[in-house]
C-alpha cells in the first residue's frame, strides 16, 4: 500500500508537472506577445511623440514667418533656424527609434528624412536670402511664399507619418488584446485543471504530509533537547576551529571559566586559557590527538577570568574531512577540583591508615594515631579518649604542643556530660566546633574546656564493630578555627581507620589465643590419631593374612555362601586396612611434615605427573598447564596436593576422555585479583591455583561436604576410594597458611581452587 500511494502520487506530480509546463510555456509565449505588443505600442507612443514635437517645431516656423511678414524683424529668421534644427533633432531621433524595428519600418522612414530634409533646406536658403540686402518687396513676397509652401508640405509629411503611425499603433493595441484574452482564457483552464489534480493528489499527499510533519515536530524536539542537553550538561563542552580558537562553547563551561560567549567565541583560542606547564602539555599531545584522532582524560590546568586556576580532565575529537585534512575539534571538560582534592585526602589518609595498620600493638596505634593527624591538621592537641563501662572515660594517648597543659593526669570529669552525648556518638554525629564562646554552650562546659587553653575542637567517635569505643579529640588552642568540609571527612576517615585497627588488633589477639588452643587441640588428636591407626595395623594385617589364607586354602571346597562370605570378610578387612593407612598418612601430615623451603611448583607438578603415568595413559588424558611460580613449602605435600587433584579429576570423568588444566593468578591477602601495573611494583601475596576438569561435576549441595575426611558422594561400586583424597588436599593447604574450595555444576566440570602465600617470584 506504501508503494502504490508512493506511484500514485508521483504520478499525479508528474502529470500537474507537465501540464505545469505546458501551461507555463503558453503563458510565457502569450505573455511574450503581449510584452512584444507593448514594446511596438511604446515604440509608436515615442514616434507620435517625435512628430509632435517636428509638426510644434513647424507650426512656430509657420508663426515666426508671419511675424516677420508682418515686421520685418530679423529676430524671427533667427528662431527659425532654431526651429529648423529642432526639426532636424527630432528627425534623427526618429532614425535612432526606427534601427530598433525590423527593416521595413526603417525602409519606411528613410523617404520621409530625406523629404523632411529637402524641405528643410529650402527653408535655410529661403532665410538666407531674406538676410540679403537689399532685397525688393516683390522679391521678399516671392520667398515668403515660397518658404509658406515649404512649410504646408512639411506638415503634410509629418500629418501623413502620423496618421499611418496611428494605424500601427491600433493594430498593436488590437494584437495585445487578443494575446491578453488568449492568456487569460489558458491560465483559467490550466489552473482548473491543475485544481482538479492537486484535489485528487491531496488525499494521497495528506498521510505523507502528516508524517513529514510528525518527523520534523520530532526532529525538533530532539534538536531543542540536544540544545538542552549541550548547553546544560554537567561538563563543559566546546568546539576550535583548526587555528584553535573557539567556534562554540555550552554555558556550562563558561560559567566554569567565568566568561561571557561573546568574549570566548572567534576571540580567544584554547591555548590563551592554559596555564604555561598545561601549554607544555598539550603541546606534547596534540601530536597524538591529530594522529589517531582522539585522546581520553588529559588534566590540565586552565585560567579562570578572575585569574584563578582551575583542573580540568580534557577529552579531544577531531573531526576530519574526506580527505583526512582536520576540520575541527570538540572536547568535552570536567572540573576535576573535587577529584584532586579526594585525591589529595585519600593519599594522606592511606599513608596515615597504612602506618596507623602497620602495627596491631594498641600502644603504637594510638600513638601514631594522635601524632599523625596533630601533624596533618597542624592543630595544638590530638588526644584519644575511651569510654568505660560507667559511662565515664579515660585518655589513652595524647599529643600536645609544648606551652599547652596536659590533659593526661588531669581530673578531667564534666560536670555537663551525661549519657545523651554517648548516645549521638553511638549513631556517628561529628562535634566540631569554631569558638566555644559562640557555640551556645552551657557555662560549665565553657570552662572545662578552657583550663586546658581550648578555642576550637572536633570529636568524631570511634566505633568498634558498631559499638562506642571511644572518641578522638582534636583541639586547636591558638585561636578559634572554622574546621573545613574536607577536614571533617578526613579526620572522620581516620578514626574509621583507628577503630579498624583496633577491630583488627582485639580479633588478633582473640586469634591468637584460638590458634594456641586450637593448635594444642590438634596436636592431641593427630597423635591419638596416629597412635591408634598405628595400633591397628599388626592385629588388622593378622586378621587379614589368614582371611586370605583361609580364601585360597577352602575356595570351592565348602558351600557357595561360605565362599561368598570369606569373599566379604577379605574385602572388608582390606578396605579396613586402607582406611587406617589414609588416616595414618593425614595424621602425618602436620607430626612429619618438612620445613618450608623455596619450591618450583612446575617440578611438583611433574613429579605428580609421574607418579600418575599409567593412569594418564589409560584414561587417554590431556593435561595442560600455565607457567608455574615458585612458593615457600614442603615439596613432598604440594606434589601430593596436585597428584590427588588431578586423579580427581582422571577417576571423575565419564564417556569422554579427561581434559585437565592447570593455571595461576596473583592475588592479594584477599584473593582478589591484581590488575593494576602499580600492583606488580613488589612480589604479590599469595598465588591462587585452578586445576580445571571437564568431568561430571558436583551439586551446590554438596559443594561444602567434599573436602571432609571419609565423606562420599558416588558408592564404592561406582567409584572406587577412600573418600580422604580432598580432606587431604585441604590440610595440606591450610598446613601453608592458604585456602581451598571447588566451584562446580553438574555435568559441566570443576575447578578447585586453592591459594598459596609466601611467593617469591615465578619460574617457566
Not at 170 to 175: F, G, M
Not at 236 to 245: P, V, W
Not at 504 to 523: D, I, V, Y
Request: glycine share 4%; with cysteine.
Amino acid at each position: 500500500m506504501k508503494t502504490l500511494t508512493s506511484t500514485s502520487v508521483l504520478i499525479g506530480f508528474t502529470a500537474t508537472f507537465s501540464l505545469l509546463v505546458i501551461n507555463i510555456w503558453t503563458a510565457y509565449h502569450n505573455i511574450t506577445k503581449i510584452v512584444q505588443a507593448d514594446r511596438l505600442q511604446a515604440h509608436s507612443n515615442q514616434v507620435l511623440g517625435i512628430l509632435a514635437n517636428i509638426s510644434l517645431a513647424v507650426k512656430d516656423t509657420e508663426l515666426h514667418q508671419r511675424e516677420y511678414v508682418l515686421t520685418n524683424n530679423p529676430s524671427y529668421l533667427r528662431v527659425n533656424r532654431l526651429n529648423i534644427s529642432q526639426i532636424r533633432h527630432q528627425v534623427k531621433l526618429l532614425q535612432n527609434l526606427a534601427t530598433t524595428q525590423p527593416q521595413p519600418y526603417l525602409e519606411q522612414l528613410v523617404p520621409f528624412g530625406d523629404q523632411v530634409e529637402q524641405c528643410l533646406m529650402v527653408l535655410v536658403e529661403n532665410t538666407s536670402q531674406l538676410y540679403s540686402r537689399p532685397i525688393t518687396a516683390e522679391r521678399q513676397l516671392e520667398l515668403s511664399n515660397k518658404r509658406q509652401a515649404t512649410i504646408k508640405q512639411l506638415q503634410q509629411l509629418v500629418g501623413n507619418f502620423d496618421r499611418s503611425e496611428r494605424i500601427i499603433l491600433d493594430r498593436h493595441q488590437a494584437n495585445a488584446r487578443e494575446s491578453l484574452t488568449f492568456a487569460r482564457l489558458s491560465l483559467s483552464i490550466s489552473g482548473l485543471l491543475d485544481l482538479l489534480l492537486l484535489a485528487i493528489l491531496y488525499q494521497l499527499v495528506q498521510r505523507d504530509l502528516t508524517k513529514h510533519q510528525q518527523a520534523e515536530s520530532t526532529l525538533r524536539d530532539y534538536v531543542t533537547e540536544f540544545e538542552e542537553l549541550y548547553h546544560n550538561a554537567p561538563c563543559g563542552y566546546h568546539s576550535l576551529d583548526r587555528s584553535g580558537k573557539f567556534v562554540r562553547i555550552n554555558r556550562t563551561e563558561l560559567q566554569m571559566l567565568g566568561y561571557e560567549e561573546t568574549e570566548i567565541i572567534g576571540q580567544k583560542s584554547f591555548a590563551d586559557l592554559l596555564t604555561p606547564d598545561s601549554r607544555q602539555i598539550f603541546e606534547k599531545y596534540f601530536p597524538l590527538v591529530k594522529s589517531q584522532g582522539w585522546i581520553r582524560d588529559l588534566e590540565f590546568q586552565m585560567i579562570r577570568k578572575d585569574g584563578q586556576i582551575l583542573p580540568v580532565s580534557a577529552t579531544i575529537i577531531t573531526v576530519k574531512d574526506v580527505e583526512g585534512n582536520d576540520l575541527i575539534s570538540r572536547c568535552t571538560l570536567i572540573d576535576i577540583s573535587d577529584r584532586l582534592r579526594l585525591r589529595q585526602q585519600a593519599r594522606l589518609s592511606a599513608e596515615i591508615s597504612h602506618k596507623i595498620r602497620q602495627s596491631l600493638q594498641l600502644e603504637e596505634i594510638w600513638q601514631t594515631a594522635v601524632e599523625e593527624v596533630q601533624k596533618l591538621l597542624q592543630v595544638d592537641r590530638v588526644l584519644i579518649f575511651r569510654f568505660d563501662a560507667d559511662g565515664r572515660g579515660t585518655v589513652v594517648k595524647e599529643q600536645v604542643l609544648a606551652g599547652y597543659p596536659s590533659v593526661i593526669g588531669s581530673d578531667i570529669s564534666d560536670p555537663c556530660f551525661d549519657l545523651s552525648y554517648q548516645h549521638r556518638y553511638q549513631q556517628g554525629h561529628v562535634h566540631s566546633v569554631a569558638d566555644i564562646t559562640q557555640a551556645g554552650f552551657h557555662p560549665c562546659y565553657v570552662e572545662f574546656l578552657q583550663q586546658f587553653d581550648v578555642q576550637a575542637c572536633v570529636i568524631v567517635p570511634i566505633l568498634l564493630r558498631d559499638r562506642l569505643w571511644g572518641v578522638l579529640i582534636i583541639h586547636h588552642c591558638q585561636a578559634p578555627r572554622v574546621w573545613l568540609p574536607s577536614e571533617i571527612a578526613l579526620i572522620s576517615q581516620l578514626s574509621n581507620q583507628i577503630g579498624i585497627a583496633l577491630t583488627q588488633a582485639q580479633l588478633l589477639e582473640q586469634e591468637r589465643q584460638q590458634r594456641q588452643e586450637l593448635a594444642r587441640s590438634n596436636a592431641e588428636l593427630e597423635q591419638f590419631a596416629y597412635i591408634a591407626s598405628h595400633d591397628l595395623q599388626e592385629p588388622l594385617r593378622m586378621v587379614t593374612s589368614y582371611l586370605q589364607l583361609l580364601e585360597r586354602r577352602y575356595q570351592g571346597k565348602l558351600d557357595r555362601d561360605a565362599d561368598e562370605f570369606i569373599e566379604y570378610a577379605v574385602d572388608g578387612a582390606l578396605r579396613m586396612q586402607a582406611l587406617i593407612q589414609a588416616l595414618l598418612d593425614y595424621a602425618r601430615l602436620s607430626s612429619r611434615g618438612k620445613p618450608f623451603t623455596s619450591v618450583n611448583c612446575n617440578l611438583a607438578l611433574q613429579d605428580a605427573l609421574t607418579n600418575l603415568k599409567i593412569a594418564v595413559q589409560e584414561s587417554g588424558a590431556k593435561i595442560t598447564s600455565d607457567p608455574l611460580p615458585e612458593v615457600q613449602g614442603d615439596r613432598p605435600q604440594l606434589t601430593q596436593l596436585f597428584q590427588n587433584l588431578i586423579a580427581n579429576g582422571l577417576k571423575f570423568c565419564r564417556d569422554r576422555p579427561p581434559q585437565i588444566h592447570i593455571s595461576v593468578q596473583q592475588v592479594d591477602r584477599l584473593g582478589s585479583p591484581l590488575l593494576l601495573a602499580s600492583d606488580f611494583a613488589s612480589p604479590p601475596s599469595a598465588w591462587r591455583f585452578a586445576v580445571a576438569d571437564n568431568g561430571i561435576g558436583i551439586e551446590a549441595q554438596y559443594l561444602d561436604r567434599i573436602f571432609v575426611i571419609f565423606q562420599r558422594l558416588h558408592s564404592r561400586a561406582t567409584y572406587p576410594g577412600t573418600g580422604i583424597g580432598l580432606a587431604i588436599c585441604k590440610k595440606i593447604v591450610e598446613r601453608h597458611g592458604g585456602q581451598i574450595w571447588v566451584e562446580s555444576e553438574p555435568s559441566r566440570g570443576s575447578v578447585f581452587y586453592f591459594i598459596i602465600p609466601g611467593i617469591y617470584s615465578t619460574s617457566a
